[in-house]
């Protein structure tokens, strides 16, 4: 019984997860059209995106290879795995043992390295030029972001999302300063990953300093619309890491059905507050030069090895 | 009476096909020039030969260890020989890389390049041979004359083509530094079989590593004699700052012999290190396992800032294997730090992800240099400028390549990821080693591990994506032609093996199980064992666990899932077009990013690493150039100024030799009137 | 007194004439000079071998000496004036080091070899006893020479000078070496003298001087 | 019987040749003649392996386990020098490089030369091995003279004297000895004797032993080639023909390290001290050092090996300074592959220097082109006496540096690198010029390359398999070396 409502919650939670994520996005690019005194979008263009590309048909290049075609495929099913992972409904779900913190930032670079060979595949001048700065950003936000997840793995003796999730939220409650400094580093990793001010615009399509757009240059019909979906699904699965990680209260221990009555309004909350901060960040920045994302992933690389510094030199009582 | 055959597990196997491949090789010489003899039969019974020894080798695994002494050898030397668990590991990644390689080789060889293919049979051979007799001695002077067969073989292998220059100059650099890492490796036995005591042992000498084993090493000795070892496996391994013959070896090598010696013979170095310090030395000092990680860790990263940037194919890969051996440096490091505090569970964990990483390197890396040699074959291109789009042209090198590529970089579910995983796990555990320094450092040193696999990303995703994706970067690349036969057999055997390596961790390591607890007196088997053969969890399930069948299973259903559904609701249609060139419709496939173009990003952040020159073209220029050198600190602070010493040496002795009989008899004398003084009463 | 004891004196007289016959050889600017004083040494040797002989009464040693007055005394020197007579060698000899410097240098080697040789003399309770410290210095003052010498004869007469000197040491200070280690000795020192002799004409067929300072193109650059 | 054919033949052979030399067939006889001494040391090594070490002729000769070994060597590797000779000879004659008078002096003052080693190595009188060593001397200077030219007439004048002089030295050695020993011994023949010096050396005057000891040393090591004394030595190999560069190397320095030993054996008895091997071990190391470095110099090819031998007489004079019996194993086994080797590596670069007309290696290229058996006998031949294994070069050498780390750790620095520098420098040489392209014809005569694959594979078979035997007469040598 507890195996089969196990089940079911993680069913549920990535039905969620993709149900959910294009809803995110569309909330946080009206939080911005808020904050910067425009008329805003509808909440649900996202989803009308999705559905239009869906329809439309492929255009390949001449030259365009199988690992183009099977790449969204690809990119797709990473991201669907890694929001199987993350715990959002329940701590207890039976796809979490599969991988832990280290494997998902292995999934996420999974992803990444497709994207890039996929935008290499064409030979256009855009989707090398788009696939070399999404190298430049991945090869810094990786490591940073597995020292934020070694911050969280010191204090809770584990890799594993739910037993780090476990630990924050319902064992006994303390003061982790290493914390904010991971959480600093996560934030900044999250911006750049998720093609957000100030690394990248997403709301751009040719411009010279463009990482992700430049990559997908060459896509169109059903194949945008899985990188656009993975992509939501992207910054959703970052979100609720990084809600899980900092803010885990609120995520139900064990897998029953009548937690969902907890669980679900207070993930929403804490999204709809999350998508709210993101967007005020996006406004309040201004996009850097692609050269000055070296500089910014870098603090976030030493911030996140301060943080497990700070940790071992404050927390571990010698 | 039918001759007794040997239990499968007996050192009698391995020795008898050791044997037989030196007989293959001596078979090269009876007919040298005669291509189809050498290839069609010679290579392809090498490669039984080879997948032989992995059978008898992954059956010895967890035996008893058996000794053999043979007649040959000094005489009162005579050769020791003896299968462990340890051997037996190596034995499997030599025989079970060497089973691809050779089969490959077999399809690969052409004549009418430098070195007969029969003396090349010959050499390549001597080379598998030698390897296997350096896992199989157990004693110094077995050891060493495998060692040094192993170093000439392949350095003859390298210069295989010794028409040019460079290819000389390789082979030159790479005999130099092995033979001075060999001296070291010497030295270093002469100190563990005297075991410091300069008197005590009345002039018997015994060579063999049972007596280093039961001799008790002060900690003076004992150090000296680490370091020796460090410093001659390191020669060999291309450990920072003794690696700079690997990046000129490899690429001057046929693709067959860089895959064997990036995959298996990069590994005998590894095994010595691992010999020396775990087996034949006690208990390691707890500042040998930092100076190793620390050694590792430079090592890594350098390689893997380098090769990011390299603009040669087998180069970038050759520098990816320098990172990659400071990878399981790092690893060696951490399981002797944890060693010298009797953690000895931990050092398991440790000493774990350093033999797995070792059989995935093997794995991974032999492929891709395979790869690199189809690649060769058919475009004669090496410069990564020059290739493009050959995913057209040869599609199984390519995907066989993007698996490869995946491994390397260290993504799950393939097999690099599983090592790597591993000694992340094991550096989590650091904060509880009871030094107060120790503790904290090493968790930073965690930061660079990460750092590195990720810039070893960088540099995979350059590698495939510049010589296999894009539009071809020359016309004739448009006229090359996908692998043979037997190169694909090879190639596929090398990616099924990172396929399986990747979603079988738990057999594995069970595996290894058998190697790390007679050295070290604990294993990760019972504990992996309990989780079932899914579930990956060296520990416990709840500090970390890794499951990767379930992880591919689960891409691949919604993979097929999605694209279900895709077709089911909406549709399937292609459209081919020319791909959109903003604008600007004159462009051309030398448009594209350059590999110097793509490793811009990294030059520029990682600039202190390289030595730089770069000549950039004016607009005056009739004939605008671009060029770009990016060389090695460690030529100008190590190299250059050692050979100026040496020069600087020889110009002084030079004096000794003026050429007048004068000066020539008043050495004499002066010698003579100095010595009588000296002993004058 | 016996008459053994002034047999001891009289070879201690021989052998510091010897020691000053090295001390001019060293000294001596001229190569005919130079013939003649070695052919003094040839037999002031031939002489203290003859008085050893007297003194032990062992009959070989008159051979020694015998050997000692044809090669030193006559062949030596006679084939040493043949050729420079042949081979129209200037007079004078010049030297690296100047003399004055050089017998400084000589006297300094004397005083060492005889601090040497003065353990050794204790132990030898003959007639014999500071006769091995000459000896030595005899054959370095020989060697010195050679040093200071930059033409081929007088290094010759130099080389066979040491021979002089090793000599003396072989039947004074020992009472004579075995017969047949002195005949061999001799035989290699007389061909050794005409290989020389073969190598002067073909030193100045070749250079037109034999001055050694042509011969030094071998060395290292 | 068997011993006095061994010295018989050369004397003989000697003779006859300088008689008949100068005729068409002289080389045959020349091959003859060494092959009969071959034979006669091969039946004298038998004799001895059946009956144990013997004395001759009132103890005036005495083989025993150190000097039988290399009674068989040196009339080996006579032999195949002869037969390298013959057609390197033949050429040099063809080329006008040599007149038929000078084959008939090569010839003759070979076999002599074969004759005073042979005489050196079986003579048990301290004296009569000195004469044999002087004129060992004087039958190579003539040798190394041969061309006339006035390099080789240069290196011929600096042998002469540097070797005469040096080895001057070492017969005042020899006096002093026998004033030692006379007192002992009693006055006459029996005090020269080695055997009977050995067996009262604990009673010799150690004073006196000790200044004995600095001259032999100083004399015989002149021969040796020890630095500082050994500037006569990369002349003299550069200039002679390389058949007398093979020989030099490969047997005299041999020879003469064979009377520094003796002379060592009998030092350390009557001193009781260390000041012997500390010596020798001061000398070898700087050699190996020096000479090491020197290489790196070279333009000549056999100059470069000329120095090269200087480093290997190091090691060996190392190993033995050194002492011990695993030390000294290594030591004589160490003379032994390195005059295989090297006069192996002599032939190959004889033959090398003849195809393309000089001696200067950056002419020399691409020798595995014009004739591989020619590049692969050098190629092989270097890395052997580079001391790659299997080649026995390298199990000697593992024994001594083995050793030295343990008796003598400070030592080892040093040698590391000389051995690192001596690589770099003959390895970063040869190299060149035995791959790459050549301009060069292939030239019609054949190459002799026999003598160098049978050394080679002699010195591989050391690395791997030493004869029961040979490895009991190195230890018993090694015993009473100490």
């Known amino acids: 019984m507890e195996f089969a409502s196990a089940i079911l919650l993680q069913v549920l939670e990535l039905v969620l997860a993709l149900l959910v994520a294009p809803l995110l996005t569309g909330w946080v690019n009206q939080c911005r059209a808020w904050l910067q005194n425009r008329s805003a979008p509808s909440l649900w263009l996202p989803y009308r995106q999705l559905a239009k590309l869906f329809e439309k048909e492929v255009v390949l290049a001449h030259n365009a290879s199988g690992l183009f075609r099977a790449a969204p495929y690809f990119i797709f099913a990473c991201m669907v795995l890694a929001s199987a992972i993350v715990p959002t409904l329940s701590t207890d779900l039976p796809f979490g043992p599969a991988a832990d913190v280290i494997a998902l930032v292995g999934i996420f670079a999974l992803a990444r390295i497709f994207i890039a060979l996929a935008g290499m595949d064409v030979g256009t001048s855009f989707g090398t030029l788009g696939a070399r700065r999404e190298m430049l950003i991945g090869f810094l936000a990786e490591p940073a972001l597995l020292m934020v997840f070694f911050t969280a793995s010191l204090i809770s003796h584990s890799t594993s999302l739910s037993t780090i999730v476990e630990t924050f939220a319902h064992r006994e409650f303390a003061i982790h300063p290493s914390l904010a400094f991971a959480g600093v580093a996560f934030t900044m990793v999250s911006l750049a990953e998720n093609a957000r001010v100030p690394i990248d615009n997403p709301t751009t399509h040719l411009e010279l300093t463009m990482i992700h757009e430049a990559m997908i240059l060459e896509y169109s019909g059903r194949h945008l619309a899985l990188i656009e979906w993975a992509a939501t699904l992207k910054m959703y699965v970052y979100s609720c890491l990084g809600l899980a990680l900092f803010f885990p209260w609120g995520i139900p221990q064990g897998a029953l059905l009548s937690n969902l009555l907890i669980a679900l309004p207070s993930l929403a909350v804490k999204l709809g507050v999350g998508g709210f901060l993101l967007a005020v960040i996006e406004t309040a920045s201004a996009k850097m030069r692609i050269f000055r994302a070296p500089e910014f992933l870098g603090t976030a690389f030493m911030m996140a090895v301060l943080g497990m510094l700070v940790h071992l030199l404050l927390e571990t009582g010698k | 009476m039918p001759l007794p055959i040997p239990e499968l597990f007996s050192i009698d196997w391995p020795l008898s096909l050791v044997v037989v491949w030196l007989l293959i090789g001596g078979a090269g010489l009876l007919a040298p020039r005669n291509l189809a003899f050498v290839g069609k039969t010679l290579y392809p019974l090498g490669a039984l030969v080879g997948l032989a020894l992995a059978v008898v080798a992954f059956e010895a695994l967890g035996e008893a260890p058996q000794t053999r002494v043979l007649v040959l050898g000094l005489p009162d030397l005579p050769f020791h020989l003896r299968l462990d668990s340890l051997s037996a590991l190596f034995l499997l990644l030599l025989g079970g890389t060497s089973a691809g390689i050779s089969i490959y080789a077999a399809g690969y060889l052409r004549s009418g390049e430098g070195t007969a293919p029969g003396l090349q049979c010959l050499e390549y051979h001597l080379f598998l041979a030698s390897m296997a007799l350096v896992l199989l001695a157990d004693d110094a002077y077995a050891f060493m004359v495998a060692w040094e067969s192993m170093a000439f073989s392949s350095f003859f292998l390298v210069t295989s083509d010794h028409r040019k220059p460079e290819i000389r100059r390789a082979g030159y650099l790479y005999l130099l530094i092995a033979h001075v890492g060999a001296i070291g490796i010497l030295l270093s036995f002469g100190v563990l079989q005297s075991g410091g005591a300069l008197s005590a042992s009345n002039g018997v000498a015994d060579y063999t590593f049972a007596h280093m084993r039961a001799t008790d090493h002060d900690a003076f000795w004992a150090s000296a004699a680490f370091g020796l070892a460090v410093f001659g496996f390191g020669a060999k391994a291309g450990l920072l700052p003794l690696h700079v013959w690997l990046p000129e070896a490899h690429p001057a090598a046929p693709s067959p012999v860089s895959a064997m010696m990036s995959g298996v013979m990069l590994k005998t170095a590894i095994y010595g290190i691992l010999r020396v310090s775990f087996d034949l030395l006690h208990h390691p000092l707890w500042w040998w396992g930092v100076l190793v990680l620390a050694l590792g860790l430079i090592t890594a990263l350098f390689g893997a800032v380098f090769s990011a940037v390299q603009s040669d194919m087998k180069r970038l890969l050759a520098y990816s294997s320098i990172e990659n051996i400071g990878l399981l440096f790092v690893g060696i490091g951490l399981a002797l730090t944890f060693r010298s505090f009797d953690m000895n569970t931990l050092a398991a964990l440790a000493l774990t992800a350093v033999l797995y990483h070792g059989l995935n390197h093997a794995a991974f890396k032999s492929l891709l240099f395979l790869c690199t040699g189809s690649v060769l074959h058919a475009t004669r291109e090496r410069s990564l400028g020059k290739l493009g789009g050959l995913i057209h042209h040869m599609p199984w090198v390519a995907w066989l390549a993007l698996l490869g590529v995946l491994a390397s970089a260290g993504l799950p579910p393939l097999n690099g990821f599983v090592s790597e995983w591993l000694l992340l796990q094991a550096f989590l555990f650091t904060p509880g080693l009871p030094h107060g320094y120790i503790n904290m450092l090493i968790p930073v040193a965690a930061a660079a591990v990460a750092l590195t696999a990720a810039i070893a990303g960088y540099a995979m995703v350059k590698f495939f994506g510049i010589v296999f994706l894009g539009q071809p970067r020359e016309e004739k690349l448009t006229l090359a032609h996908d692998a043979g036969i037997l190169e694909r057999v090879g190639m596929s055997w090398l990616g099924i093996l990172c396929i399986l390596l990747g979603l079988f961790p738990v057999f594995v390591i069970d595996k290894l199980d058998a190697v790390t607890r007679p050295l070290l007196g604990a294993g990760l088997g019972e504990a992996v064992r309990a989780q079932g053969w899914l579930l990956l969890a060296p520990i416990n399930a709840d500090r970390a666990s890794y499951e990767p069948l379930v992880f591919l299973l689960m891409i691949v259903a919604v993979v097929a899932l999605t694209f279900l559904i895709v077709r089911r609701f909406w549709h399937g249609r292609v459209r081919r077009g020319a791909p959109w060139d903003c604008g600007f419709p004159l462009q051309t496939a030398r448009m594209q990013d350059t590999a110097e173009g793509f490793g811009q990003p990294l030059r520029q952040v990682f600039e202190p690493f390289y030595r730089l020159t770069r000549e950039l073209p004016t607009s005056f220029d009739k004939l605008p150039r671009y060029r770009m050198v990016v060389e090695d600190h460690f030529w100008y602070w190590l190299y250059l100024p050692v050979a100026h010493v040496a020069d600087f040496g020889s110009r002084m002795v030079a004096f000794l030799q003026q050429g007048r009989i004068s000066i020539y008899l008043l050495f004499s004398f002066v010698t003579l009137v100095v010595l009588l003084f000296l002993v004058r009463g | ?221 | 019987m068997e011993f006095l054919l061994v010295l018989g033949i050369p004397l003989l052979g000697g003779i006859v040749l300088a008689l008949f030399g100068h005729r068409q067939r002289a080389t045959e006889v020349n091959i003859v003649f060494s092959f009969l001494t071959f034979l006669a040391a091969i039946a004298l090594t038998k004799r001895i392996i059946d009956g144990g070490p013997e004395r001759f002729y009132d103890e005036q000769f005495f083989i025993d386990p150190f000097n039988v070994f290399l009674v068989a060597l040196t009339a080996f590797v006579g032999f195949t020098t002869s037969v390298f000779s013959r057609p390197y000879m033949r050429i040099e004659h063809d080329h006008g490089r040599l007149t038929s008078g000078r084959l008939r002096l090569y010839h003759s003052m070979f076999q002599l030369f074969m004759f005073t080693m042979l005489l050196a190595l079986t003579t048990n009188n301290m004296g009569i091995l000195w004469v044999a060593m002087e004129a060992a001397t004087l039958t190579t200077v003539l040798l190394v003279s041969l061309y006339r030219t006035s390099a080789s007439l240069e290196a011929a004048w600096k042998y002469f004297i540097l070797c005469g002089v040096g080895i001057a030295q070492a017969l005042f050695g020899t006096i002093l000895l026998y004033f030692a020993a006379e007192k002992l011994l009693g006055h006459g023949g029996g005090a020269l004797l080695w055997t009977h010096l050995d067996a009262v050396k604990g009673q010799l005057e150690p004073t006196v032993m000790s200044l004995a000891f600095v001259f032999l040393l100083v004399g015989y090591g002149t021969k040796v080639g020890l630095v500082p004394l050994h500037n006569w030595l990369p002349d003299a190999h550069a200039e002679g023909p390389t058949p007398v560069s093979a020989v030099l190397s490969g047997l005299l320095l041999n020879v003469a390290l064979y009377a520094v030993v003796r002379c060592k054996v009998l030092t350390d008895g009557a001193l009781h001290s260390t000041l012997a091997g500390t010596l020798m071990m001061g000398f070898g190391l700087l050699s190996v050092v020096v000479a090491a470095f020197f290489l790196s110099r070279q333009k000549d090819i056999k100059r470069m090996f000329a120095y090269s031998s200087v480093e290997h007489m190091g090691i060996v004079t190392f190993a033995f300074g050194m002492g011990g019996p695993v030390a000294s194993f290594g030591g004589l086994l160490h003379m032994t592959v390195h005059s295989l080797t090297k006069s192996a590596i002599f032939f190959a670069v004889g033959h090398a220097t003849q195809k393309s007309g000089t001696q200067l290696m950056e002419h020399i290229r691409g020798l595995l082109k014009i004739s591989p058996t020619i590049g692969w006998g050098l190629m092989l031949g270097t890395l052997a006496i580079l001391g790659m294994p299997p080649f026995g070069v390298f199990a000697s050498e593992f024994l001594i540096l083995t050793t030295a780390m343990r008796q003598q750790p400070w030592a080892t620095p040093f040698l590391l690198v000389a051995l690192g520098v001596a690589f770099a420098s003959i390895f970063g040489k040869v190299q060149p010029m035995v791959f790459g392209e050549s301009s060069l014809r292939t030239l019609p005569h054949k190459p002799a390359m026999l003598p160098v694959f049978v050394h080679l594979a002699l010195v591989l078979m050391l690395g791997l398999w030493i004869p029961p035997y040979l490895a009991d007469w190195y230890r018993q040598a090694a015993r009473f070396i100490g």
């Not at chain 3, 003194?55 to 420079?84: D, E, M």
Request: proline residues 2%; glycine residues 6%.
């Open chain 3, 1 to 221: 007194m016996s008459l053994s004891h002034y047999y001891g004196q009289f070879i201690n007289l021989l052998a510091a004439i010897l020691l000053l016959l090295s001390f001019a050889m060293l000294g001596q600017r001229r190569i005919l000079s130079l013939i003649n004083l070695f052919m003094a040494q040839g037999a002031v040797l031939c002489a203290s071998t003859v008085v050893v002989a007297l003194t032990t009464g062992q009959s070989h040693l008159y051979w020694s000496a015998l050997i000692t007055l044809v090669l030193k005394v006559f062949l030596l020197p006679w084939i040493l004036h043949r050729l420079i007579r042949r081979l129209n060698v200037k007079w004078d000899v010049e030297t690296l080091i100047n003399i004055p410097t050089t017998m400084l240098i000589g006297i300094v080697l004397v005083i060492f070899s005889f601090n040497l040789a003065l353990p050794i003399s204790e132990l030898a309770g003959t007639v014999t006893r500071s006769l091995l410290g000459i000896a030595m210095a005899c054959v370095l003052l020989a060697f010195l020479m050679m040093i200071t010498r930059s033409k081929a004869v007088p290094q010759v007469i130099g080389f066979l000078s040491m021979e002089n000197g090793l000599f003396f040491a072989a039947t004074s200070a020992t009472y004579g070496m075995p017969m047949v280690v002195e005949l061999g000795i001799a035989l290699d020192v007389l061909v050794g003298t005409i290989i020389l002799g073969v190598f002067f004409f073909q030193i100045r067929e070749k250079f037109e001087s034999l001055d050694i300072r042509h011969l030094e193109q071998l060395k290292e650059d």
